[in-house]
């Protein structure tokens, strides 16, 4: 773990220094936690536009996702209750098939969220060794030697150190602080899995494994961080919730601009774009075969059919009267002409 993490650490010291050198010139005072404090946002922010691509990926890894829920679930319903080894592996090849032609990778909507886990850890790791740094027990880490670790070490928030926990805290407004950022980490995470939930997913994917596992996490991620929180620096909860603001206003924009097909949010920026007169394009793939058009066919041959009936109409009326004589009379008389 520790030349695993060892890159990341000098990396994450050196991304925190240079944010702290640069708002040190601009006037905020060096040994003031809030310069330290905002070093962290800065961080933060680095981290999260370095992950903007991977975040697009994962935006049309979800879309794929919920697309070919119908085509997952038929598959489901086509061996259920069906355990023999030959009909599972039917099955996963079905399923590996059907990710195949449609371009689909579920395990990239898990790349953000794995790939900051390390970051996180590694921010965990400089805090947490600040104090050894100053007090010269533990090696430097990249650019925090031990004067600037000193300095950050001795710098507060409201009388609270960036490197102070909830558990073993010494003082009560290091308890309050802490007891703030998760409350608040906690709401911010609600707040994102429920705005996802209610307005960017369409109800044919609220009844999948999917939805219902955004439904445990929208109630099972609070309470994780109200557990887990109490254990970590200040810092790394202040890390935690500035990214988590980020990824709340991130997906504001994805779901106002770029929301999930037939997902109410879509259906909002479809009438938003008509009334401004512009064409709205729903999100397609490639390889899946779609139940909408299949339906369209069959209201056109109506139109065509309905006009076939009526034809015999118009010909009874063309017909001469019969009320004069026999209805064969027509053909007696052209016997006699040709006569």
Not at 23 to 33: K, Q, T, Y
Not at 114 to 137: C, D, E, K
Not at 193 to 221: E, G, H, I, S
Not at 287 to 305: D, F, N, Q, W, Y
Request: charged fraction near 20%; include cysteine.
């Amino acid at each position: 773990m520790d030349t695993l993490l060892a890159p990341l650490e000098i990396a994450v010291a050196w991304i925190m220094y240079g944010f702290h050198q640069g708002l040190s010139a601009i006037g905020l005072p060096p040994d003031s936690g809030w310069t330290w404090a905002l070093s962290i946002v800065g961080l933060t922010v680095v981290i999260r536009i370095i992950l903007i691509p991977l975040f697009v990926k994962q935006i049309h890894a979800s879309r794929r996702m919920q697309l070919i829920q119908p085509e997952m679930q038929k598959i489901q319903k086509k061996y259920k209750g069906k355990t023999d080894p030959e009909s599972r592996q039917a099955m996963t090849q079905e399923t590996m098939e059907l990710y195949k032609r449609t371009g689909t990778n579920p395990f990239s909507s898990c790349l953000p969220i794995l790939l900051q886990s390390p970051i996180f850890f590694a921010l965990f790791r400089v805090l947490n060794n600040l104090s050894a740094i100053a007090h010269g027990t533990h090696a430097p880490i990249g650019p925090i030697t031990q004067p600037v670790a000193a300095q950050a070490e001795a710098s507060t928030i409201l009388g609270a150190s960036l490197s102070d926990k909830f558990v073993g805290a010494q003082t009560t407004s290091t308890q309050i602080i802490t007891v703030v950022l998760i409350v608040l980490m906690s709401l911010t995470t609600f707040t994102t899995q429920r705005q996802l939930m209610m307005k960017n997913m369409p109800a044919t994917a609220m009844d999948n494994p999917f939805a219902k596992q955004q439904k445990v996490l929208l109630y099972l991620m609070p309470l994780f961080f109200a557990i887990s929180g109490v254990n970590f620096p200040i810092g790394v909860l202040l890390y935690w919730l500035t990214t988590n603001l980020w990824s709340m206003g991130q997906q504001f924009y994805v779901i106002r601009r770029m929301p999930a097909p037939g997902s109410p949010a879509e259906k909002a920026l479809e009438e938003r774009r008509l009334k401004k007169g512009q064409e709205h394009k729903r999100f397609t793939i490639p390889g899946l075969h779609s139940e909408t058009p299949a339906a369209e066919p069959v209201v056109e041959p109506e139109k065509p059919r309905t006009g076939q009936r009526q034809q015999p109409k118009r010909k009874s009326r063309q017909k001469p009267s019969t009320a004069q004589g026999d209805p064969k009379a027509p053909e007696a008389s052209v016997a006699e002409r040709d006569a």
